[in-house]
């Protein structure tokens, strides 16, 4: 593992399980605040190099799945032009990433095909509805700045008057295809990334395993299951807002009723 400190297997392996929980924490989009990881910086400064190294490493690590998923991002949208996104000199996993990234693309197309055909409920709102305000509360145990960049991302949305609730299941919708090849091709880039460091990959790999592709747009709220409304979450995050907040919180209303975001802060606010 690099840029760790090594000694015998049992300190190893509690330095991996380390990293691993610290990703966890790591939020959806780019340019994440390391909030625990900071924090256990702070609490372990002077503390020796054991500590240090794990801090290091985890902020690493968030880093190379941060770094990864930005990637994944402009190869996909190159793909959707119609651009080979690895290039013709490509080894045989390059080839299997291009053929995952082909594969995203046409199923997120595929759904916007069935999307756009819906009509109110689907891929518009009711504009002769009131919006609905949906509360979103930051609860204990949640990465404060995950939480504060799907909401905020959500506030967004319902201010644009893209938030309303889907007409039908989002089950009966969701190609989960997409979401499992996007986490398989992320964790693919990560390992061609940091192929030079093997040991550095499969730490990073298994990190961003343990994470979740949201939508960053909720399917219930009117959100497109297409991977330009995906970034990876933590699982926390992701259950919680989506499944004991929102869900909740909409499952009466009228199909298309427009939505609009309050966020609260416990227990400040």
């Not at 190379?64 to 996993?93: C, F, P, T, W």
């Not at 090849?181 to 992320?186: D, F, I, N, P």
């Not at 990560?190 to 961003?208: G, L, Q």
Request: cysteine-free; proline content about 4%; overall charge neutral.
């Amino acid at each position: 593992m690099s840029d760790t400190v090594r000694s015998d297997k049992e300190l190893h392996e509690q330095l991996a399980d380390r990293l691993t929980s610290q990703a966890d924490e790591h939020e959806s989009g780019a340019r994440p605040h390391l909030r625990r990881s900071r924090a256990g910086l702070d609490r372990t400064r002077g503390k020796g190099a054991l500590a240090a190294a794990v801090e290091t490493g985890a902020e690493k690590i968030l880093r190379a799945i941060e770094e990864a998923e930005d990637q994944l991002h402009k190869h996909l949208q190159d793909v959707s032009q119609g651009v080979r996104a690895m290039g013709d000199n490509h080894a045989r996993n390059d080839k299997n990433i291009e053929t995952m990234l082909q594969s995203i693309v046409k199923r997120s197309n595929d759904q916007d095909a069935v999307r756009d055909a819906g009509g109110i409920g689907k891929n518009q709102p009711d504009t002769t509805k009131d919006p609905h305000t949906v509360t979103l509360e930051w609860k204990p145990g949640m990465p404060k700045q995950a939480f504060e960049r799907k909401a905020r991302a959500l506030q967004r949305l319902g201010e644009e008057g893209k938030l309303f609730k889907f007409k039908g299941k989002t089950e009966d919708y969701r190609d989960k295809q997409i979401t499992a090849q996007y986490k398989g091709a992320l964790e693919a880039l990560i390992r061609r990334n940091h192929k030079d460091d093997p040991d550095f990959a499969e730490e990073a790999a298994v990190a961003a395993r343990k994470m979740q592709p949201d939508h960053v747009n909720e399917l219930q709220t009117g959100g497109p299951d297409a991977w330009r409304n995906l970034r990876m979450l933590d699982r926390t995050t992701n259950y919680d807002i989506g499944t004991q907040q929102i869900r909740p919180q909409i499952k009466d209303l009228p199909d298309g009723n427009p939505i609009n975001i309050d966020i609260k802060w416990w227990p400040d606010d």
